[in-house]
């Protein structure tokens, strides 16, 4: 891949990841998850790829916010955001770097 391209396509990720960051945080905000879980959410971009982070000693909290206990109804943040954001995002990332490489000549 082009040089160019490529760190095009970082800059895009890691973008879209600081916007996608805030998204995710409202949408826990509104799920009524506890503000110390809503801090450490963010999306990260690695390369070109997008994923979401957490520290690991929020892991069994969030799963139970996330399916339920027996005790409580799941509040799905995560599954939701990804269902939701993870085709956008591939398709305008994708579009971004192919108008980027057709307005550089890569297919001339």
Do not use: C
């Amino acid at each position: 891949m082009n040089i160019a391209v490529e760190n095009a396509a970082k800059d895009i990720a890691r973008k879209s990841a600081l916007r996608l960051t805030s998204v995710l945080r409202n949408m826990a905000f509104r799920a009524e998850w506890p503000s110390d879980i809503i801090v450490q959410l963010v999306v990260k971009a690695e390369d070109e790829n997008l994923y979401i982070s957490y520290p690991e000693e929020f892991e069994a909290r969030i799963q139970d916010l996330e399916y339920g206990t027996p005790n409580t109804s799941p509040q799905p943040v995560l599954r939701i955001f990804t269902a939701r954001y993870a085709a956008n995002l591939e398709r305008e990332v994708s579009e971004t770097l192919f108008h980027l490489m057709e307005n550089m000549g890569v297919f001339n």
